[in-house]
């Protein structure tokens, strides 16, 4: 197996409460110091920083209706906000790979800074939609692509890429996005008036511009009124993932990371043969999609090593698999299709609920990182995807780490 390594991160901790507000902060930020070591830079086409088409205006200079800075709200990263009325992703018109408003759909960067966007109808909070600007992996790509201006989650949260010093507009997002942003249409809704505040360190302003050229500095809170205003604008605290660790391990194809816990092999209960989950078991897979995820398991602060051979018997070895105790899943399979955590659970023989990871129990505090763009994960573990270089963290029980582990590879991908 070729071996090369490329500098990977990965979360192992419980969450730190981010300092600053405003949808700011987290382990890929810049703001809290934290590089990568093998990032995409130069994988987007930065835009000229784009100028508003008038500067925003204070808000005490405003009309008398114009609303006040709510007291701030914590919020834990991935928690969704609003109610839901757009479908996930970019539309068709979107960015679905090509090149949009300058900026290219690449590998992930190496380091995030957010801000954050709020978008009321009528006085009622809508959820932005996750995974736009996210691109889904194919045969021929199967890392997939993220444009530098993304969603992860639900939480309003837009990912900028830090590493290009390039500037992002909110109209540069609405384009990947596949949504219209102009002063009578936002994203499809209609209706007078439509007002823009934006919260920046605390001090709200009204923006009067081109809502497309309202630039997205970071931890900076937009929030867009359609109809009836809000007489209080949002603001947050975040509970982010610690800042990653400088100094990457090494993972050796064949070696171990973390403590003995659990026999190597599947269980009684686990893949005998027979197609778990409809994933197959064969003497000679066909493997034309060929990929990588990491998984890391933490109880009281001692990282558990994961068994080697799951999924690999004497007379055939499933498409989801591990070759040694580094915690690397292989997925080797004659096609492209989507593999999930509770898969490689069942393959293994092992229980997987948001309170028991292989027989440990307590509640588990859960992250993905992809090669630097990292966030806690809130829904139901199982429905994880396994996707090239991902890592994931299951974390049970305390203490909790000041900052989150680092990897080199020896996969390449």
Known sequence: MLQRLGSRFVVIGLVLTCAACGGGGGG???????????????????????????SPSSASDASATTPKLAAATPIIDGTTLGGSNWPAGATSSGGTGQPVSGLNCALRSTAYTYAHLS????????????????????????????????????????????????????????????????ASNVAGL???????????????????????????????EITIMVGTPVTQVPTYTWTDPPPFDPN??????????????????????????????????????SVLYHVHAHLAIIKDGQWLALPMNVGILSQCTYEMHTHD?????????????????????DIWGEPLTNTNVA?????????????????????????????????????IGTPPVSTLATYSWYEPQ
Not at 168 to 180: A, V
Not at 253 to 274: D, I, L, Q
Not at 366 to 372: K, Q
């Open 190 to 220: 209609t209706g007078s008036p439509i007002a823009i505040y934006v919260n920046d360190g605390g001090t709200l302003t009204q923006y009067t511009g081109d809502p497309a050229s309202l630039v997205l500095t970071p931890h900076a």
């Open 248 to 285: 990457p391990v090494t993972l050796i194809f064949g070696g171990v990371v973390g403590s003995s816990f659990w026999p190597n092999g599947t269980t009684s209960t686990g893949g005998t043969g027979t197609p778990v989950d409809g994933l197959t078991c064969a003497p000679d897979m």
């Open 325 to 345: 105790n580094t915690g690397i899943i292989h997925i080797e399979a004659p096609n492209l299709k989507t593999y999930t955590l509770g898969e490689f659970f």
């Open 119 to 182: 978008i009321y109808q009528n006085g009622q909070l809508l959820t932005l939609p996750p995974n736009i600007g996210m691109v889904e992996p194919t045969m021929t790509a199967p890392t997939g692509c993220a444009y530098p201006v993304h969603t992860v989650d639900s939480s309003g949260k837009i990912h900028m890429d830090a590493t290009t010093g390039a500037t992002y507009t909110l109209g540069q997002f609405f384009s990947i996005w596949g949504e219209t942003l102009s």
């Open 28 to 54: 890929g930020s810049t703001d809290s110091g934290s590089t990568g070591s093998n990032g995409a830079a130069g994988a987007t086409t930065p835009a000229s920083s784009p100028t508003p088409a008038s």
């Open 359 to 395: 027989g440990i129990t307590g509640d588990v505090v859960a992250y993905i990182n992809d090669n630097g763009d990292s966030r806690r994960y809130m829904g139901d573990l199982r429905n994880i995807e396994l996707t090239s270089l991902r890592d994931i963290t299951l974390q």
